[in-house]
């Protein structure tokens, strides 16, 4: 862009790409010189918005000389426009203006492209590191609340978000909040529930991963992300992926992610929050249902009391810390009578 400005005798030369939020306007992705962008009234910024739109150049129609000329180009994210602005008039021609600004602006455009891929790659490669590890973790873990933090936590990481859930399926195929990121907005808390009817419950029942890269979008809409709870104040961006080993198989619960800051999320962030979400799947579903075999071994089938196996077994953990503390323990038998009536 400095070089463009050079070349085109321009005082500032700016690189224009489609906002993503609502409005779809043009806003300034790099520019020549200074801290920020030059700022443009309604006519100039008309201008910019009619070259990215028709893909060919334009200029101020009035005035004693040039002080604007736009480029159209395609950006990553869409129609774009390279923008050259003169305080003052150009020694140049307005035709050799235009032949330079139009034989350098797919350059810039290229090279900024250029700088999100590498960007973008780098992010990736982050993550996948990140996988990697969390994978070897899981594998040294057995205990079902262990291996959830490692998931929420890794989660943050791997997907570069502010904030994180992990849901889990229940019967009647709800789900329920198990786990939560030290930094979750205090709205979301561990034993919320979600049905079918609620964006959290609409991916667990489709098994189909979502992005809401702008959460402002969703204001119109009625469905809650969680049972009777709207989109958490200042979350800007949301992650919503199925937990399931294989496209085929039913969703074990469903990992939420947020983001509080301008940039939102991506292709990339949600391509990894689904890798995570797949290593995630074995490990859970093997925690889960070794903690549900466990605890059914332990509970009393007609009364969901604890059986007398988990009596003997706490018993026997009393005896144990009693002998090696040295601390004293009580033992009160009470005894219910015409416990038949009742049972």
């Not at 996948?128 to 070897?136: E, K, N, P, S």
């Not at 890794?154 to 329920?176: M, Q, S, Y």
């Not at 859970?284 to 009364?303: C, E, G, V, Y």
Request: glycine share 8%; charged share 25%.
């Amino acid at each position: 862009l400095k070089l463009l400005a050079e070349y085109t005798e321009a005082h500032e030369a700016v690189l224009w790409e489609p906002h993503e939020g609502p409005g779809g306007r043009l806003i300034a992705a790099a520019w020549s010189r200074g801290a920020e962008p030059p700022a443009l009234g309604e006519q100039e910024r008309a201008l910019v918005e009619l070259a990215a739109e028709e893909g060919h150049p334009t200029f101020n129609p009035t005035g004693p000389h040039l002080r604007l000329m736009a480029c159209g180009v395609d950006v990553r994210s869409g129609k774009g426009a390279v923008s050259v602005h003169f305080p003052e008039a150009p020694t140049l021609s307005r035709e050799e203006i235009q032949q330079r600004l139009m034989r350098m602006a797919e350059e810039v455009s290229l090279r900024h492209d250029l700088v999100h891929a590498r960007a973008a790659l780098a992010s990736r490669t982050k993550s996948l590191r990140g996988l990697i590890r969390t994978a070897i973790t899981l594998q040294g873990k057995r205990e079902p609340n262990e291996q959830q933090e490692i998931v929420v936590h890794d989660g943050l990481i791997i997907a570069t978000a502010d904030w994180g859930v992990l849901l889990r399926r229940v019967d009647g195929g709800g789900l329920l909040i198990v786990r939560t990121s030290g930094q979750v907005p205090e709205a979301l808390q561990q034993k919320l529930t979600a049905q079918r009817n609620t964006i959290a419950g609409e991916v667990q029942t489709s098994g189909q991963k979502r992005l809401i890269s702008d959460t402002r979008l969703l204001q119109d809409e009625r469905a809650p992300l969680f049972d009777g709870t709207p989109i958490p104040h200042g979350t800007r961006s949301l992650i919503i992926v199925p937990i399931k080993r294989t496209d085929l198989d039913d969703s074990l619960g469903v990992l939420v992610f947020g983001r509080t800051g301008p940039v939102p999320f991506n292709s990339v962030d949600i391509g990894c929050a689904m890798d995570l979400a797949t290593i995630a799947a074995g490990a859970l579903d093997t925690a889960w249902a070794f903690k549900d075999a466990t605890h059914s071994a332990r509970t009393d089938q007609l009364t969901g009391l604890p059986n007398r196996r988990a009596f003997e077994e706490e018993f026997s953990e009393m005896i144990a810390e009693t002998d090696r503390y040295g601390k004293p323990s009580a033992l009160v038998i009470v005894d219910v009578d015409f416990f038949k009536k009742v049972n």
